[in-house]
């Protein structure tokens, strides 16, 4: 392999072969264009606010609240994080607080929609599975039956945003 390929380093060779070739030719950024051709309208915290409380009420109605739901700047890909859920406890007046709370890095802001919903799903699940367990990955797809390939399309994508700076534009 000529490239480098961190994000997909726990794929088979086969399969990290295929998108070498891809970058070799220059084509990766034009395959994820043709199967992707559009982005998401999620476009503020608001938006995403809505979009996350959707997805959590058609799907996880009896878990916990989250109390802040926001795009994040500050979420570095390179700590191979794009989403971070958290769960504050705090002692307020004598009792025990809790908070959660989710995140989704600005990099998803201009990405196709299903990535963004693949995000937003991952974190959802750590609600109820805080760790990358069966539970945690059968939860996932009970939200999104195709998470695993899209999960493997956003590390297509973040491997040829590195590689090129390729962004997706909206249309």
């Not at 938006?47 to 739901?69: A, E, F, G």
């Amino acid at each position: 392999m000529s490239v480098s390929l961190p994000y997909l380093s726990h794929y088979s060779e086969q399969i990290q072969q295929q998108i070498s070739t891809l970058i070799d030719k220059d084509q990766l950024g034009p395959w994820l264009r043709s199967k992707y051709p559009s982005v998401h309208t999620v476009a503020n915290d608001n938006d995403l606010r809505d979009y996350v409380l959707d997805l959590k009420n058609h799907y996880m109605k009896k878990t916990q609240p989250l109390s802040k739901i926001l795009y994040d700047s500050k979420i570095h890909i390179v700590n191979q994080a794009l989403g971070l859920h958290s769960y504050v406890a705090r002692v307020q007046g004598g009792k025990l607080k809790s908070k959660n709370e989710l995140r989704v890095s600005t990099l998803f802001k201009q990405t196709p929609e299903p990535f963004l919903n693949m995000i937003v799903v991952h974190e959802l699940a750590h609600l109820k599975e805080k760790q990358h367990n069966k539970a945690f990955y059968q939860l996932c797809q009970h939200m999104l039956p195709d998470y695993h390939q899209l999960e493997f399309e956003v590390r297509v994508y973040l491997t040829e945003l590195d590689r090129s700076g390729f962004v997706f534009t909206p249309q």
